[in-house]
């Protein structure tokens, strides 16, 4: 599924999520590629993983950001199904072989952030699509690289242990999907 079928079944939080969907809506108009990492806004595709029976999610230590965040990133070149991108990057970030949309395979968030400038690219901004991937084996999560590591934690945790807002928000969205 695409980027515009994604966003005509999601429904925002707030003004600011709504304002957020609209300037992705426009990038999708504008541009044949919305995921092109050369453009200031591009798309990008994450999730919170989480293993549902111990109520936990997986948070990935960026080191760019210096910060607790979910799994995810850029397309590759001719992708263009967020959920199957979110999917790949989970897969290849923790290792985990099992990830599946959970409840279901609708977004959880989508938001505009900002991305600072580094020594090989200009500060842009991603239009992250997020979603939620759900583990039976949490066990079997490996960190990417050893600069990447991994952590298990409930969702009050992951909200003490990002320096993000915008993580914030979607680690609210989560308990409401477990079950009672």
Same mark, same amino acid.
């Given at each position: ?80 199904? &967020? ?32 991305? &600072? ?61 477990? &079950?009672?």
């Amino acid at each position: 599924m695409g980027i515009e079928e994604l966003l005509s079944e999601y429904r925002p939080a707030d003004a600011a999520e709504a304002a957020d969907v609209a300037r992705l809506r426009a990038l999708v108009a504008a541009e044949p590629d919305p995921w092109q990492r050369s453009l200031p806004l591009h798309a990008t595709a994450s999730a919170l993983v989480v293993h549902p029976e111990s109520r936990r999610v997986l948070l990935r230590w960026h080191r760019r950001q210096q910060t607790w965040l979910q799994i995810g990133g850029h397309g590759d070149p001719g992708e263009r199904d &967020p959920l199957g991108i979110a999917l790949r990057e989970g897969r290849e970030e923790t290792g985990l072989t099992d990830l599946v949309p959970w409840p279901e395979a609708g977004l959880v968030h989508v938001v505009v952030v900002p991305v &600072p400038a580094n020594d090989t690219e200009p500060a842009h901004e991603h239009a992250d699509l997020r979603f939620a991937l759900a583990t039976g084996d949490p066990a079997a999560a490996r960190p990417e690289k050893p600069d990447a590591p991994l952590r298990w934690v409930t969702v009050p945790e992951a909200r003490e242990l990002t320096s993000e807002d915008n993580v914030r928000e979607t680690l609210s969205r989560i308990p409401a999907r477990f &079950p009672r």
